[in-house]
């Protein structure tokens, strides 16, 4: 019984990973770029529906479709200001700068709420289920967050493969040139894949802050670069790949912390990172791409 | 002689190598000689190790990320084995090795070698994989060493050298000294770092990758970087040639790491954590990728500037990401340069005019 | 274009060597110059900004009553993004201003960078909340506001052995952090010595620390009816809400970390109820009124925690040092820093985080550790 309430632990903390794997992965796959900035867009995103709910006093669904609202629009300034003029130049190049973006959204954070942490109220208002005489406990924010990724990777799932716009997506994810011979506009299809992302960051933000109540200026950063983790294991650029890489990297966190050492799981984490990919150099789901010369 | 000198300097190479060891020389000569005419602030004169320090790393990773064309996150990984490295010896030899300079330099190669054998082994798996893959694999170890610094206890007695993983492993006799206390890291330094001495270690590192590129090693390495597959299909051994500069980067990256460890009193686990390697990676690509000379002055002046800014309060942090992003649009963007280009040119145009109108008017 | 960049760069840096230099100013007798260092930017800003608010408080007071001809204080702050090495840095700024007294820094890793530095400069050092005990060792001219770790591990030991309030112990700590660390040792040691024992202690990383329902799950698997927290609240919200969450209801036992839980925005203050905390300072005592609501004034509401309280006293213990001993703005750093060390041997100061305070001679503040427990949202003195 024990094992399976640190199961649910490990699938709860992985289900907020997969989510922000979604959005990272999703960037990655088309824009070819690691938008460092994405935790911090997440950041943002937990602080709109935070100012939503206890400022305006507005339901909690308000407050997310606010917060992506604003996350899309800030995903889209940042696409356009800071990335665009570096498309087809060094991905390096691009990295920095997203780096810089991210400095930028934390600092600016840090000046419009303060440096206080502040404690977000779940979104989930419905009691915890307790099975086995109350040995197991599952908490509404598990299963909203299970649910709700387990949506998004579906509707990116049928949105890539089957909508106009994702298949423009995965044309300009193949060979950038062609697909622009083909009349595809390829600076339009990647900042509406800014757009997606981001405001799946906001959505990602708040289920964060309803399981991990702590919201700060540095929110995003650390599960940011956990969920960038996540989507590699899955395989960076496939949409189920980031799905499974979130809560296998939950769980193996989670069970490391419990049976191993809690000093050391931070290791354990990233040394299981780095014998996936020794064994499947592309992660679990991601296709192995033969290099032409 | 004069032969000689214009061959050499006719050279690009050579002549892009004289001028980037010259800009190094005369800039250490100029600060010398202000802080020996003691009109320096305190401030300029704390800056000078870490500088020194920050150029090495900066060079090195661009060994790696420029020239061989591997992108690294975990750069600040090296630094940190060098530097608790550097810490452990330079305390266990305080007493068979009075001279400071000479205990610092063996400190330093010791250092640089645990981080060069770090290298070796995590060059292993690390170079196996390509591209964004290499990257996250470097930022695991990088966060693996971190983590394991931070749990690290070594300790100095009557009794010899103690070392454990976990708190309270270590028990010390009176007298006794903790060198290394997990969390806390390194506390009570002797600070042996000079800026002299980070002047030579900059000369070194130079040394070391200017001969290392310019070599017929450094054309297949760039030839590696440039298109992997021809270079294999003409006979180049890729993953030597990776390893090779991958253990170079690591080595100079952990002597870098002591000459920084030894200039503080207290070092932590946590300051080797991803934010620093993402720094020295902003020194290279701000530099320009395999420009040395780039390396060393984005480097100095990207370490100073968000100190300069120090009069701005709330908003030093965030203008110094602004700062960045202007910077990196600025040196990158082929639209941004476009358009400066005009600027430019639009400029020129109208001073010329503006000098004919004059001339005809006269 | 690259030529372009390289001059622009050299601009950049002559710009910045300037900005380096002549800064110093001439001292005027009537003012002396304090200055501080502490995060006001990134993960741990919170502490960093608490403490420079409460030390403005308190300079504003100083200045406000001191009138035309009293003694006037002149006061800078650093960021030092709770890094050694910017620390470092921010100290010499400070220098280079012409700082008489250090008061700083803020978290216990710059403090032990800051440290020898100022035994070298013979400059006077008072931290208002660096806590390590290796902080007032590492020199006779340094001195702490705040309790030392182990000692108040081991207080926050005896009281819950004299109290009686736990059976089986669980501890859970932030093994990145040496203050929770410290806090921790202090307290298996000190229950060791009463025969306490502990049933789990387990651990969490400045990494990880953004999921703690594995800690919490293992000391209720432990049967734990008393969980010891060495940490700051920030993590302890997170700690009472999953516990919440889980229908987890052991004896929650905090340090002084812990004190500022109640006003943190959005938390929902039920959850702290029964919470016992080890706090010097208390925002409901009377006494603490005034300074309350300056700091609400200065914050945008927020109100203070211990963090803002020793930056406050701080400031008040080394102005009347000052005054006590004669020294003034025209005096040099190094005497006025052998006359506080003289002075602080033997005094007595009555401050916000307590009262009759006296420094023993390596710096340690010896005042009584006060424990409260939250009842109906407000502290209550146990």
Known sequence: MQILQYLINGISIGAVYAIIALGYTMVYGIAKMLNFAHGDVIMVGAYISFCVTNYLGLPAIVSILAAMIVCTVLGIIIEALAYKPLRGTSSLAVLITAIGVSYFLQNAAQLIWGSAPKNFTSIVTFKPFSLAGGELVITGEVIITIVISVLIMVGLTLFTGKTRMGKAMRAVSEDRDAAQLMGINVNQTISMTFAIGSALAAVAGVLLCSTVPTLMPTTGSMPGIRAFTAAVIGGIGSIPGAMLGGILLGVIETFSKKYISTEFSDAIVFAVLILILLVKPAGLLGKQVQEKV | MKKIWNKLWNNKNTRTNLITYLVVIVAYAIMQTLYSMGILSSAMKGYMVPVCAYISLAVSLNLLVGICGEL?????????????????????????????????????????????????????????????????????????????????????????????????????????????????????????????????????????????????????????????????????????????????????????????????????????????????????????????????????????????????????????????IIVMLCTWSPSVKNVMQRISAAIRDKVSRNKKEAGTNE | MKKVFALVMAAMMVVAM?????????????????????????????????????????????????????????????????????????????????????????????????????????????????????????????????????????????????????????????????????????????????????????????????????????????????????????????????????????????????????????????????????????????????????????????????????????????????????????????????????????????????????????GMISKIPAAVIIQDGKYVAM
């Open chain 3, 18 to 362: 300037f900005a380096g230099c002549g800064s110093s100013s001439s001292a005027d007798a009537g003012t002396i110059k304090i200055g501080m260092t502490g995060p006001l930017t990134g993960g741990a800003a919170i502490y960093g900004t608490a403490v420079e608010a409460g030390m403005k408080i308190a300079v504003e007071e100083i200045n406000a009553a001191a009138g035309e001809d009293g003694l006037k204080i002149a006061f800078q702050s650093q960021d030092d993004e709770h890094d050694g090495e910017k620390a470092l840095n921010a100290y010499n700024t400070l220098k280079d201003w012409g700082m008489q007294f250090f008061a700083g820094a803020v978290t216990t890793g710059p403090c032990l960078q800051i440290a020898p530095e100022t035994v070298e400069d013979q400059i006077f050092m008072m931290t208002p909340s660096g806590s390590s005990d290796k902080i007032a060792n590492s020199g006779s001219n340094i001195f702490q506001m705040c309790f030392t770790d182990p000692n108040q591990g081991a207080s926050a030991a005896q009281l819950v052995y004299d109290q009686q309030m736990a059976t089986t112990i669980g501890i859970i700590y932030d093994n990145s952090d040496d203050y929770s660390k410290g806090l921790m040792q202090g307290f298996k040691t000190k229950a060791a010595e009463l025969g306490m024992e502990i049933a789990i202690e387990t651990a969490f990383t400045a990494d990880n620390k953004s999921d703690l329902s594995t800690q919490v799950t293992q000391c209720k698997d432990a049967g734990c009816d008393f969980v010891f927290l060495p940490f700051y609240y920030t993590e302890a919200a997170q700690v009472l809400t999953y516990a919440d969450k889980i229908g987890y209801e052991p004896t929650f036992f905090g340090c002084d970390g812990m004190d500022g839980i109640l006003s943190m925005e959005g938390f929902d203050t039920s959850l702290a109820e029964g919470l016992a905390l080890m706090t010097p300072f208390n925002p409901d005592a009377p006494e603490s009124q005034e300074f309350v609501a300056k700091y609400q004034e200065m914050m945008n509401g927020e109100i203070p925690n211990q963090f803002a309280a020793d930056g406050y006293d701080v400031i008040y213990a080394i102005y009347n040092a000052c005054v006590a001993t004669g020294v003034d703005g025209a005096t040099s750093a190094a005497d006025a820093c052998a006359k506080l060390e003289e002075y602080f041997a033997s005094c007595t100061f009555d401050g916000l985080t307590g009262t009759g305070m006296t420094w023993n001679e390596a």
């Open chain 2, 72 to 324: 690294s996150l975990g750069h600040a990984g090296f630094m940190g084995i060098g530097a608790f490295t550097g810490i452990v010896v330079a305390a266990l030899l305080e007493t068979s090795i009075p001279n400071e300079i000479l205990r610092l330099t063996v400190a330093m190669f010791a250092g640089g070698t645990m981080a060069g054998v770090f290298g070796f082994f995590i060059g292993i798996p690390a170079l196996r994989l390509r591209g964004d893959y290499l990257a996250i694999v470097t930022l695991a170890f990088g966060e693996i060493l971190k983590n394991i610094f931070g749990n690290l206890y070594i300790g100095l007695d009557a009794e010899g050298f103690h070392m454990a993983a976990s708190a309270g492993k270590v028990q010390l006799l009176e007298g006794g000294k903790m060198i290394l206390d997990g969390p806390v890291g390194a506390t009570g330094i002797n600070r042996l770092s000079t800026f002299p001495m980070g002047f030579v270690l900059i000369l070194f590192t130079l040394f070391v990758v200017l001969n290392l590129i310019n070599s017929k090693e450094g054309r297949a390495i760039k030839a590696v970087r440039d298109n992997r597959i021809a270079a294999e299909s003409v006979g180049i051994n890729v993953t030597a040639f990776r390893m090779k500069a991958f253990v170079v980067s690591a080595f100079l990256a952990g002597m870098a790491g002591v000459l920084f460890g030894l200039n503080m009193s207290s070092v932590a686990a946590s300051k080797f954590n991803f934010n620093t390697s993402i720094n020295i990676l902003v020194f290279v690509v701000l530099g320009g990728m395999g420009n040395i000379l780039g390396s060393i002055i984005s480097a100095t002046v990207l370490y100073i500037l968000p100190e300069a800014m120090r009069g701005l309060d709330d908003l030093r942090m965030i203008l110094y990401a602004v700062v960045l």
